[in-house]
C-alpha cells in the first residue's frame, strides 16, 4: 500500500515558516508557558502552588519567573502569613494578552498543516 502525501506549495511553507517565527520565544519555552497556563486560571497563586502545578524546581521556577516579570508578563507580591513570608503571584494584562496571542499565532500555524 502506499501513501500520497499533500504536496507542500511553497506559499504554504513561507506561511508555515512565518507561523513559527511569529510565536513569541518567551512564551512558547514550556515551563513559562506552563506558569503563564496556570495563572490564567486563578486570580493568584502563591509560588508553592505554582511550582507544584508546574513541576518545576523553586530555582528553575524563580529564574522563569524573574524573566516573566522583566517582561512584564507576571507580578508579585510578598505577604507575611504568621511569620512565613509567602510570595503571591499573578498575570498581568500584558501576560494576558502574550499569551493570548501565542495560541492565536499557534492555531493559525496549525491550520496550515494537513
Given at each position: 500500500?502506499?501513501?500520497?502525501?499533500?504536496?507542500k506549495t511553497?506559499?504554504?511553507v513561507?506561511?508555515?515558516?512565518e507561523?513559527?517565527?511569529?510565536?513569541d520565544r518567551?512564551?512558547n519555552?514550556?515551563?513559562?508557558l506552563?506558569?503563564?497556563?496556570?495563572?490564567?486560571?486563578?486570580?493568584?497563586?502563591?509560588?508553592?502552588?505554582?511550582?507544584?502545578?508546574?513541576?518545576?524546581?523553586?530555582?528553575?521556577?524563580?529564574?522563569?519567573?524573574?524573566?516573566?516579570e522583566?517582561?512584564?508578563?507576571?507580578?508579585?507580591?510578598?505577604?507575611?502569613?504568621g511569620?512565613?513570608p509567602?510570595?503571591?503571584?499573578?498575570?498581568?494584562?500584558?501576560?494576558?494578552?502574550?499569551?493570548?496571542?501565542?495560541?492565536?499565532?499557534?492555531?493559525?500555524?496549525?491550520?496550515?498543516?494537513p
Open positions: 500500500m502506499s501513501v500520497r502525501r499533500r504536496r511553497p506559499e504554504l513561507a506561511s508555515a515558516a507561523g513559527l517565527t511569529q510565536l518567551l512564551v519555552e514550556p515551563a513559562r506552563a506558569i503563564l497556563a496556570i495563572l490564567a486560571v486563578v486570580e493568584e497563586a502563591d509560588f508553592v502552588f505554582l511550582q507544584n502545578q508546574a513541576g518545576l524546581t523553586a530555582g528553575n521556577l524563580a529564574t522563569h519567573l524573574a524573566r516573566l522583566e517582561a512584564g508578563f507576571v507580578e508579585s507580591r510578598k505577604i507575611f502569613e511569620k512565613k509567602c510570595t503571591l503571584l499573578k498575570l498581568t494584562a500584558a501576560g494576558s494578552a502574550a499569551l493570548t496571542a501565542w495560541r492565536k499565532n499557534l492555531g493559525r500555524l496549525m491550520d496550515l498543516l
